[in-house]
């Protein structure tokens, strides 16, 4: 039976030959066409609404604001994250702050889901 201390090493060195073969997305490639796509989500929704949902009063303006608040934040966290030297001042202790900005990411998920569910009886019910 091997000592515990061999375990851990034996552990240690597994890792970091996963870390040699891994290799990171270049998420430059797409960055640019991916923040039109976010863009056009918020235009397309604010002048193709369902003529179906047009009697639902507030229910597009707040889909929108939804779509936009995750748009912002998804913005802030990879400007904050960035690791990109454009001249930018950041502080890296900022980027402590993307869990709670992720989370606000993961609670509009959910808001749109329920109110997609039934949009004219929870519109009402979400505000």
């Known amino acids: 039976m091997k000592d515990y201390r061999e375990r851990a090493g034996t552990r240690v060195a597994v890792a970091a ?8 997305f270049d998420f430059k490639p797409i960055r640019d066409d991916f923040h039109k796509l976010l863009i056009a989500v918020g235009y397309k929704l604010e002048r193709e609404w369902p003529a179906k949902y047009a009697q639902v009063g507030s229910a597009q ?15 802030t966290i990879a400007f904050v994250c960035s690791d990109i030297n454009d001249g930018a001042v950041r502080d890296p202790l900022l980027c402590l ?31």
């Not at 996963?18 to 290799?23: G, M, R, S, V």
């Open 17 to 24: 030959q996963q870390d040699e073969k891994a290799t990171g």
């Open 61 to 75: 303006m707040e889909l929108l604001q939804l779509v936009r608040l995750a748009i912002v934040n998804y913005k």
């Open 97 to 127: 702050s993307t869990p709670a900005l992720n989370r606000t990411i993961l609670e509009i998920i959910g808001s749109v889901l329920y109110l997609l569910e039934d949009l004219p009886r929870h519109t009402d019910l979400f505000f």
